[in-house]
């Protein structure tokens, strides 16, 4: 699935089992972290801009759901993001949560465009080749159903955030967040301010 997805279902899972700021944001992280093996495609474009030659994302498909979409990378990133924690215990295990969660996600919906497109869980690289995963009915990354997941959890990520007064953006600045949830929250009272005015 798409990296937002993967942090709005990360987030409120998140939201719904820490109970300060710090833990919050890392237990999310964590479930973000393992696209960060995609990054090679950065390394891809900007290579070929310079060279001049064609991109062929070497990087990107050598690197991309190896180095950590398996257990190697769940347990190094969950320790890691356990040592910022408040409650460290608790972070390490929603940390090992919303990482599995995200290699579920990819391993149900990261299709690509053809059918026999299928882009497998090799749960134990970069250390072992195997075991490796496929799901045969994988849906494509832009199919129905991801759109549909990302639809219903975007709205329950904003109308969360209207409730508690943060939202999804807090984990890339709270000044931003703060700006967020101040806009939402005044669209949300002018709807409710129209509803009310609004005769039945
Ligand atoms: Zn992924």
């Known amino acids: 699935m798409s990296p937002l997805t993967h942090l709005l279902g990360s987030w409120l899972i998140a939201s719904a089992t820490t109970n300060n700021p710090r833990d ?10 393992p696209d960060a093996d995609g990054l090679g495609a950065v390394a891809d474009v900007v290579g070929s801009f310079v060279s001049g030659k064609e991109c062929t994302f070497y990087y990107y498909q050598t690197y991309h759901h190896l180095l950590l979409h398996g257990w ?46 299928l882009w497998p869980i090799c749960y134990s690289e970069p250390l072992f080749r195997h075991p490796i995963w496929f799901w045969k009915h994988q849906w494509k990354l832009d199919g129905w159903q991801n759109q549909t997941i990302f639809t219903a959890l975007f709205f329950a990520s904003l109308g969360l955030a209207v409730k508690r007064g943060y939202s999804f953006v807090e984990v890339i600045s709270s000044r931003w967040d703060a700006i967020f949830v101040g806009v939402l929250r005044k669209w949300w009272s002018q709807l409710a301010a129209r509803r009310k005015l609004s005769p039945r």
């Open 24 to 33: 919050r944001k890392l237990v999310t992280v964590a479930g973000i972290l």
């Open 72 to 117: 190697p990378g769940a347990l190094a990133i969950s320790v890691l993001l356990t040592f910022f924690g408040k409650k460290r215990w608790r972070v390490f295990f929603l940390c090992l949560l919303t990482f599995h969660l995200h290699l579920l996600c990819d391993l149900i919906g990261s299709r690509g465009p053809d059918v026999g497109d």
